[in-house]
């Protein structure tokens, strides 16, 4: 049983919501310092520890602004956790000066380990070992917010392992970081390789917040997405398109999209056929983004990276046939933080 869990058993429900309200005060250090809690409760609860995660390790890219950290969980199992920051312009209405703000995208993990195996992924070769507890997730975002001093503008679960298949916990950790950050739903997306009876049941969850997804495509032709994805199900493309249009049906706003993320892989992916095969299905998906993706090296045998060249042809040719598209700019390759290659590698000094 979870002890904070424990040591609230007979306590009103309100004193969770408290803390975890508290969680987020970059004043506050302690369950001691708690000032809206009884003192009898906050002696009982002064042992435990602020945070369930602990930095292990940190790294700093040398080719841009990206850190990873490993951080270590209270039975020792370790997990990754990255921070992109990226500076852009900032509107500034009536004036003609548009300054530049930075902005900080965090990527967290919801499993030690991942049970998906795809072949391009680092991770996969770990293994899993278990789901994140709630808090555990949690505390990935307010590690980084202490780091940050508060300035999170984006998060992306998109770290070690397949989110859907700890779909109470993650579900939990988000709507605890909604409500008590000014962080917005549309503001967090969630990655998936596509769990259909999971996808299913999020649409009829009422408590599950709003955020957007990121489906792991990888490839529009079965047969070489069952390839490089073991997880693949037979007519999970026409799942997909199903499912798409009662997720707009269900959430019409003009702001969520049906991300479809697509690695390319040099001779696998990467040919006229699966071309005019993802312009066919993503023409199915109502409001739906495409994000290509280079390949990062992951130590993978017989992959490598679609040309560059490739890969701009790919997205001048869907931006001509009215898609959104865009081209993944990976950071933090130096220090194996990039899509993929999260397996709590720190041997970058």
């Known amino acids: 049983m979870n002890i904070l869990a424990e040591l609230l058993t007979n306590e009103p429900k309100y004193r969770l919501k408290q803390i975890q309200k508290a969680w987020f005060d970059l004043s506050v250090n302690n369950y001691e310092e708690i000032t809206t809690l009884p003192v009898e409760l906050r002696e009982k609860l002064k042992n435990l520890p602020w945070l369930a995660v602990k930095m292990h390790k940190i790294l700093k890219s040398k080719i841009d602004s990206t850190e990873k950290a490993l951080l270590e969980l209270s039975d020792g199992e370790l997990i990754e956790t990255v921070l992109m920051s990226r500076e852009s312009l900032k ?68 770290g070690q392992g397949e989110p859907l298949l700890n779909y109470d916990n993650l579900k939990n950790a988000l ?29 009829t969850d009422k408590d599950f917040p709003q955020v957007c997804w990121a489906i792991s495509l990888h490839s529009a032709i079965e047969q070489t997405r069952k390839k490089i994805m073991p997880v693949h199900r037979k007519d999970f493309l026409k799942f997909l398109v199903d499912w798409s249009q009662r997720y707009h049906k269900l959430i019409p706003s003009r702001t969520h999209f049906i991300g479809l993320e697509y690695l ?17 299905l993503a023409n199915k998906i109502p409001r739906v983004k495409i994000n290509l993706i280079p390949y990062n090296d992951t130590n993978s045998q017989g992959l490598s990276k679609t040309s560059q060249e490739m890969i701009e042809y790919w997205h001048d040719y ?32």
């Not at 919801?110 to 795809?118: L, Y």
């Not at 390319?264 to 066919?280: F, Q, R, T, Y």
Request: charged fraction near 20%; glycine fraction near 8%; proline fraction near 2%.
């Open 175 to 203: 709507n605890i970081i909604l409500n008590n950050t000014e962080i917005g739903p549309t503001k967090i997306t969630v990655s998936t390789c596509g769990i259909p009876e999971q996808m299913d049941k999020l649409l």
């Open 91 to 158: 509107e500034n209405k009536g004036s003609s000066e548009w300054p530049v703000e930075e902005r900080h995208t965090i990527c967290v993990s919801s499993q030690v380990g991942c049970a998906m195996n795809c072949v391009f992924c680092a991770t996969g070769k770990v293994g899993f070992k278990r789901n994140l507890t709630t808090e555990e997730i949690v505390d990935q975002f307010r590690f980084w917010q202490r780091r940050l001093n508060g300035r999170i503008s984006n998060i992306v679960v998109m």
């Open 264 to 280: 390319m892989l040099a001779g696998v992916n990467d040919n006229e056929k699966h071309l005019k095969a993802l312009e066919k």
């Open 318 to 349: 869907l931006m001509k046939a009215g898609f959104v598209c865009t081209i993944r700019h990976s950071q933090g390759q130096d220090i194996a933080a990039a899509c993929g290659q999260l397996c709590n590698n720190f041997n970058y000094d």
